[in-house]
C-alpha cells in the first residue's frame, strides 16, 4: 500500500526529491495516509479503519506499506495494526530508493487501467 497522495502515485505530481522518477510499485495499491484520519488529524476508530484496509488490501492479511521516504508509510502500519492486521512491513527505502533511476520497474496511471510498467 502506497501512501504517497493519488497524484504522486499515479506519476502525475511531480516528486519533491530531485531525480525520482514518477509512478508507484508494480502492485501498489494507492492509499493516501489521510484516509487513516478523521478531520484533524485524529486516527480513525479500529471499525472504520478495518474498512479502509479491507477496500484497499482486497482481502490481504499480509500487508506491505510505502510512501515518499518511510515516515507516512509508518501511520499506514499503525492504522493496520489498530484494525487488527499482523502480517506487516515497511519498506524504510519507499520511493526515495525504488524511484531512482534504475532498471526496478515502475508504473504510472492509476493502477485501475491495467496501467504497464515503465
Not at 501498489?28 to 485524529?42: I, K, W, Y
Not at 499503525?78 to 524511484?99: F, M, Q
Amino acid at each position: 500500500l502506497d501512501a504517497r497522495t493519488a497524484k504522486r502515485y499515479a506519476g502525475t505530481a511531480p516528486e519533491p526529491r530531485p531525480g525520482l522518477r514518477g509512478g508507484h510499485m508494480p502492485g501498489a495499491v494507492s492509499l493516501p495516509f489521510g484516509e487513516t484520519q478523521r478531520d484533524g488529524g485524529v486516527m480513525r476508530p479500529p471499525h472504520e479503519l478495518r474498512t479502509v484496509f479491507e477496500a484497499a488490501a482486497g482481502g490481504r492479511e499480509q500487508l506491505y506499506f510505502s510512501c515518499g521516504s518511510g515516515v507516512t508509510a509508518c501511520v499506514l502500519a499503525l492504522g493496520a495494526t489498530l484494525a487488527g492486521y499482523g502480517d506487516l512491513a515497511v519498506y524504510d527505502g519507499s520511493w526515495s530508493e525504488w524511484g531512482l533511476p534504475s532498471d526496478r520497474p515502475v508504473v504510472t496511471g492509476d493502477g485501475l487501467d491495467g496501467s504497464s510498467p515503465r
